[in-house]
């Protein structure tokens, strides 16, 4: 009898836990999807008025961290309440407005609007593949953030080196690299809500929002590269 009602109540557990998870994610897919708004905003905003070219490369680099670093301590300490919601689009706002510099370079080309439905469209696919195999991948990956942590740390650094070096070889070097490794952390994160390991939605969608971020801004910038065409 004892089993018994051991072996029921493991199942009702297990059944809550694995609905809780799904809750989790299910939010996290809706304030991702809400999120796009704001992004969006923020770049028609920034492309229209060309404000972050009038700042210049220096000064809207040092804007954009501490701007996006602030902000996102803000999303942090606010997380468990529904100000980390307005945060979290705040924040998105102001990412979408640090992409406009980007955007109206690659805008500059013939073929720009094209290029910018295909960086959208690659990193939709990108994003849908790695949710996909999320749900497949039945072995442990929470060593694997390590080590992308590490990665991502070591990218920023040398492109914080190539400011001064200006190497387009590096450049290059280091736009493929963004590409595989916030592709690699966007299945990381996702795995992260699927395993239980993230708990709260809101945290789990500024995660997954930065991979997706960086697997755009990257995609987008090789496309321009080398498929931009001039006037």
Same mark, same amino acid.
């Given at each position: 009898?004892?089993? %018994? ?8 557990? !297990? %059944?809550?836990?694995?609905?809780? /998870? ?9 304030? *991702?999807?809400?999120?796009m708004v704001p992004t969006?905003?923020?770049?028609? $905003? ?15 680099? +040092? ?24 945060a979290l689009l705040g ?10 510099? +980007?955007?109206?370079? $690659? ?29 497949? $991948? ?24 190539? @400011? ?6 590096? @450049? ?5 690299? %963004?590409?595989?490794?916030? %592709?690699?952390? @966007?299945?990381?994160? $996702? ?6 390991g993230e708990t709260n939605?809101?945290?789990?969608? *500024? ?11 990257? +995609? ?6 080398? !498929?931009?065409? /001039?006037?």
């Amino acid at each position: 009898m004892n089993e %018994s009602l051991q072996n029921q109540y493991g199942a009702a557990y !297990g %059944s809550a836990l694995a609905s809780d /998870r799904q809750r989790v994610l299910r939010n996290t897919y809706w304030l *991702l999807a809400l999120s796009m708004v704001p992004t969006v905003l923020g770049a028609w $905003i920034g492309v229209s008025t060309g404000i972050m070219a009038k700042m210049g490369f220096g000064l809207s680099t +040092l804007i954009f961290f501490v701007g996006a670093f602030g902000l996102m301590f803000v999303v942090e300490k606010t997380k468990n309440s529904s100000t980390g919601v307005v945060a979290l689009l705040g924040f998105t706002f102001f990412m979408g407005l640090m992409l406009s510099r +980007l955007l109206a370079q $690659i805008l500059g080309f013939k073929n720009g609007a094209g290029l910018i439905m295909t960086a959208f469209g690659g990193t939709a696919a990108i994003f849908f593949a790695m949710a996909s195999l999320a749900t497949v $991948i039945k072995r442990d990956l929470s060593g694997l953030g390590k080590f992308l942590f590490v990665g991502a740390i070591i990218m920023l650094v040398a492109g914080v080196v190539n @400011m001064f070096l200006q190497s387009s070889a590096l @450049m290059l070097t280091l736009l493929v690299l %963004s590409m595989a490794v916030f %592709s690699a952390f @966007m299945l990381y994160d $996702i795995k992260r809500v699927l395993d239980g390991g993230e708990t709260n939605y809101i945290s789990a969608t *500024l995660a997954i929002y930065l991979d997706l971020y960086n697997v755009f801004q990257s +995609l987008l910038s090789l496309l321009g590269i080398f !498929g931009g065409e /001039r006037d």
